[in-house]
Structures are given as structure tokens and as C-alpha cells.
């Protein structure tokens, strides 16, 4: 059975930095992406960037320049490595894997950013 574990959140003010981690368990032979989300206080959860089977990459247009989605295959460990964060970005932050019969969530880290 497959699981994600993410790591790497806290609390920081704005402009600093944080890389997110999270670490697959499980053998995987294929998948269709590999993300990560997040959810604001009282909002709905969103994309925050995506990399498929395919190897392409997107990122929410708020996020862009900002957040690099990047994998560790040895590792079977997705980054999200953030940089110049805003009080905006403050949510908890999940770790997706889409199957191609399904999709896998991890438990969420929450990522605090003060102004």
C-alpha cells in the first residue's frame, strides 16, 4: 500500500524560505502526477504545482517564481522548495499522488507565515 509522509513545514515570517519534503512508501510502477496542494484557513483546498508521468510541470499563477517542484527518484521524495513566502501562502500543505486507478494524500504539514 502506498503512503505519503510530508515534512518541512512551520512557522516563518515573510520573505524567508521553506522546503517541504514527502516521502512515498509503497512501490510504485506508474503514476500520472505527482503534486502538492494546499488549504487556507476557511478555504477550499488548491493546486500549488504538479509534475506528471510525463515529466512536465505547472504551478498555480500565484506561486510561479517563486515555488520549484522537484523529485529525488533514489529517495522516493518529492520537494517543494518555497522561497519569498507571503502571508497568503500560510495553509496546510498536501502531498498528492494521483494512480492511475487512483490517488494518494498525505497527512498535510502546516506552513505559518507571519508578516
Known amino acids: 500500500q502506498v503512503q505519503l509522509v510530508e515534512s518541512g513545514g512551520g512557522l516563518v515570517q515573510a520573505g524567508e524560505s521553506l522546503r517541504l519534503s514527502c516521502a512515498t512508501s509503497?512501490?510504485?510502477?506508474?503514476?500520472?502526477?505527482k503534486g502538492w496542494y494546499r488549504q487556507p484557513p476557511g478555504k477550499t483546498r488548491e493546486l500549488v504545482a504538479v509534475?506528471?508521468?510525463?515529466?512536465?510541470?505547472n504551478y498555480a499563477d500565484a506561486v510561479k517564481g517563486r515555488f520549484t517542484i522537484s523529485g529525488d527518484s533514489a529517495k522516493n521524495t518529492l520537494y517543494l522548495q518555497m522561497n519569498s513566502l507571503k502571508p497568503e501562502d500560510t495553509a496546510v500543505y498536501y502531498c498528492?499522488?494521483?494512480?492511475?486507478?487512483?490517488?494518494?494524500w498525505g497527512q498535510g504539514t502546516l506552513v505559518t507565515v507571519s508578516s
Open positions: 509534475v506528471t508521468g510525463g515529466g512536465s510541470t
Open positions: 509503497g512501490r510504485i510502477f506508474t503514476f500520472k502526477s
Open positions: 498528492n499522488l494521483a494512480l492511475p486507478f487512483g490517488e494518494v
